[in-house]
């Protein structure tokens, strides 16, 4: 099976004296294939940054980037990404910009892919005590002296 190629949106992660307040993550933003519209644009964009031979690190030039890609590659008629997911990606920027972030091509082979689907947790629903039927305690009839 062939690989495919995906544009990925990254961060390191962030972590200050024990305390970590971002454990790094990536984002496969946009599979690049031949049948994107404005493929050989694409590509040749790619090149112009230098994707291709290492990853995007500088917050500007990914702000940059991810404009330019937006605006360039329109898909006849839709964005290249949907308004929701744009902004879901400048908020990634704007919110892990102290995590150190990248833009990256990475090649995926389909076949060992696949990630198994994660067991939904099972949630334990600790009921109610039922409420203790309190008997008075027992008392004794002392009798007194006669």
Not at 31 to 47: A, L, P, Q, R
Not at 62 to 76: A, G, L, P, T
Request: proline residues 6%; charged residues 35%.
């Amino acid at each position: 099976m062939e690989e495919e190629l995906y544009l990925v949106l990254g961060c390191f992660g962030r972590r200050d004296d024990d305390f970590i307040s971002c454990c790094g993550g990536e984002n496969r933003v946009l599979k690049i294939e031949e049948s994107v519209n404005f493929y050989e644009d694409m590509t040749s964009y790619f090149e112009v940054v230098r994707l291709f031979d290492k990853p995007m690190f500088d917050i500007n030039a990914i702000r940059h980037f991810v404009y330019n890609m937006q605006e360039r590659y329109d898909q006849k008629l839709k964005r290249l990404w949907s308004e929701k997911y744009y902004h879901l990606m400048e908020r990634f920027i704007v919110s892990h910009k102290s995590c150190g972030l990248y833009f990256k091509l990475i090649l995926v082979n389909p076949e060992f892919d696949e990630k198994p689907e994660p067991e939904p947790e099972k949630v334990v629903v600790k009921g109610i005590p039922e409420p203790i039927e309190r008997q008075p305690p027992e008392l004794r009839v002392i009798r007194g002296r006669r």
